[in-house]
């Protein structure tokens, strides 16, 4: 019934968003010509989709501790590396695009929650490779097994903090002086997510970038998405209905968009 609903909303959103040509917004425009649905091929991708694959094929058996909504897919508690490596990360598609979407903003700054196995975080640090990149996860296995993936992929760098969002995001997030871009790709409840949101808020800026994963996924988070773009600081949108981006610019009219990808 889940998956039914999830599919009639696609064909919903594919129906009803638009590609470049209708957004009357320049930087909207400009996002969606220039990032948005930039394919060509950047030095970094086929390295971390090499790496990917390798996952796909690990047998080695984890033991899953999970602290968010679970995934439609994965309910047990050992897995194999394989199995979430095939059921639980961004497609190729998604994260390379927040990959670009890193790129085209050069945050000082990024946080990610849901580090699972590194691919999105490894794409991150790449494509922003000034940044310093934070991640959050929170089954201690699966953050062992990213860590390797991070160290084998060169991007040793990056903070992978171990633990429940719950309680590391209070303190993580005062300790930044701003938020310029976090991606919230884990435990996608309602509550959590808009209460994420809200620990955001203070940090946030003119530049800020939030990104939410699966703002279709149920209908909590559904709810949760139209809370977020209702918020008064939040000024501007973008559905892309597998993730949603707000921003925080100024001077603008508040502007919702659904853009197909
Ligand atoms: C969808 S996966 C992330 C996939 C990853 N971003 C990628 O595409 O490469 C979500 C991850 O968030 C973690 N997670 C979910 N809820 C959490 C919570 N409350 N605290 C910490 N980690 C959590 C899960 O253990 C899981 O590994």
Same mark, same amino acid.
């Given at each position: 019934?889940?998956?039914?609903?999830?599919?009639?909303?696609?064909?919903?959103?594919?129906?009803?968003?638009?590609?470049?040509?209708?957004?009357?917004?320049?930087?909207?425009?400009?996002?969606?010509?220039?990032?948005?649905?930039?394919?060509?091929?950047?030095?970094?991708?086929?390295?971390?989709?090499?790496?990917?694959?390798?996952?796909?094929?690990?047998?080695?058996?984890?033991?899953?501790?999970?602290?968010?909504?679970?995934?439609?897919?994965?309910?047990?508690?050992?897995?194999?590396?394989?199995?979430?490596?095939?059921?639980?990360?961004?497609?190729?598609?998604?994260?390379?695009?927040?990959?670009?979407?890193?790129?085209?903003?050069?945050?000082?700054?990024?946080?990610?929650?849901?580090?699972?196995?590194?691919?999105?975080?490894?794409?991150?640090?790449?494509?922003?490779?000034?940044?310093?990149?934070?991640?959050?996860?929170?089954?201690?296995?699966?953050?062992?097994?990213?860590?390797?993936?991070?160290?084998?992929?060169?991007?040793?760098?990056?903070?992978?903090?171990?633990?429940?969002?719950?309680?590391? !995001? *209070?303190?993580?997030?005062? &300790?930044?002086?701003? #938020?310029?871009?976090?991606?919230?790709?884990?435990?996608?409840? $309602? @509550? /959590?997510?808009?209460?994420?949101?809200?620990?955001? !808020? *203070?940090?946030?800026?003119? &530049?800020?970038?939030? #990104?939410?994963?699966?703002?279709?996924?149920?209908?909590?988070? $559904? @709810? /949760?998405?139209?809370?977020?773009?209702?918020?008064?600081?939040?000024?501007?949108?973008?559905?892309?209905?597998? #993730?949603?981006?707000?921003?925080?610019?100024?001077?603008?009219? $508040? @502007?919702?968009?659904?853009?197909?990808?």
């Amino acid at each position: 019934m889940a998956n039914y609903r999830f599919f009639l909303d696609y064909l919903a959103h594919r129906l009803s968003a638009k590609t470049r040509h209708g957004v009357h917004s320049p930087f909207v425009y400009q996002l969606v010509d220039e990032v948005i649905y930039d394919f060509s091929p950047k030095p970094y991708e086929e390295e971390i989709e090499r790496k990917r694959q390798a996952l796909q094929k690990d047998m080695r058996i984890i033991k899953v501790t999970d602290y968010g909504a679970g995934s439609m897919m994965n309910n047990g508690k050992q897995k194999a590396v394989g199995t979430i490596a095939k059921n639980a990360l961004k497609p190729k598609r998604v994260a390379q695009l927040i990959a670009r979407l890193a790129n085209r903003f050069t945050p000082a700054t990024i946080i990610e929650l849901g580090t699972c196995l590194g691919i999105t975080t490894a794409y991150l640090a790449k494509a922003a490779p000034k940044a310093s990149v934070i991640t959050v996860e929170g089954c201690p296995e699966t953050s062992a097994v990213a860590r390797q993936t991070l160290d084998e992929l060169g991007a040793p760098h990056i903070t992978l903090k171990t633990g429940n969002f719950d309680n590391i !995001l *209070p303190e993580l997030i005062q &300790q930044q002086e701003k #938020i310029d871009f976090l991606f919230l790709d884990g435990n996608h409840r $309602k @509550e /959590a997510t808009l209460n994420y949101f809200y620990l955001c !808020l *203070p940090k946030v800026h003119a &530049q800020s970038l939030l #990104i939410f994963d699966d703002i279709y996924w149920s209908k909590g988070m $559904k @709810e /949760a998405w139209q809370e977020i773009k209702n918020h008064p600081q939040v000024t501007l949108t973008i559905d892309l209905f597998f #993730i949603g981006l707000v921003f925080f610019k100024k001077g603008q009219e $508040k @502007e919702h968009f659904k853009i197909r990808y």
